[in-house]
């Protein structure tokens, strides 16, 4: 059974990616939140921090597959946002899914096979006023995996990007932000996409754009 690990998996649309998958593969999660762990498989670990990253990915030893899922959410005018909330989301991202990716790259390119999803956002390919923080953070990650997508295909590694829309999940209201969700894609469907986007059906998927009609 391959091993699949879930950044941020433990709330959520990593929660539900988790769900979905846990039947077909040995699904483990990473969160900073001890109390976000019970009842799953996983294990604490801030993936802004080095150390943490490089312990916790020694520990859990060989992964087939890699789901980067992890992110936090800042909106509003830049003149209006703070340097520790342009750090805070830089940080956690864009350099935290850099440090993972890292770390767990070496034993996919040892062993010629490997895919890593990159749970990206409909604003890491389009602008939004107030949002130029938080999208930027996301078009980071775009260049990074297209980037990476050349670097490791001699290594029959798969690189593939998911670039959903508005979502029901909690990552607004962790940023103290209310928000219409009434158009908002359930993460069931986000997940239902994630878990194609890894089969092994033949089908290679690389780049993947949805959103609800009207978002």
Known sequence: MKKVLITGGAQGLGKEIAK???EDYEVMVLDITESNLEGVKGYICDITDVSQVEKVISEIGKIDILINNAGVYVSGELTD????????VMLVNAVGTMNITKEVLPQMKERKSGKVVFIGSIRGIEGKEERSVYCASKWAITGFLKSLRKEVEK???????LYP???KTNLFENAGIERDMNEAMDPKE????CKKSIED????????????LHY
């Open 20 to 22: 979905q998958l846990k």
């Open 81 to 88: 946002t703070s340097y520790n909330d342009i750090a805070k």
């Open 155 to 161: 290594y029959d590694i798969e690189v593939i990007g």
């Open 165 to 167: 829309g508005l979502m």
């Open 190 to 193: 986000v997940a239902e996409i």
């Open 201 to 212: 059906d033949g089908l290679v998927m690389e780049d993947i754009v949805f959103r609800k």
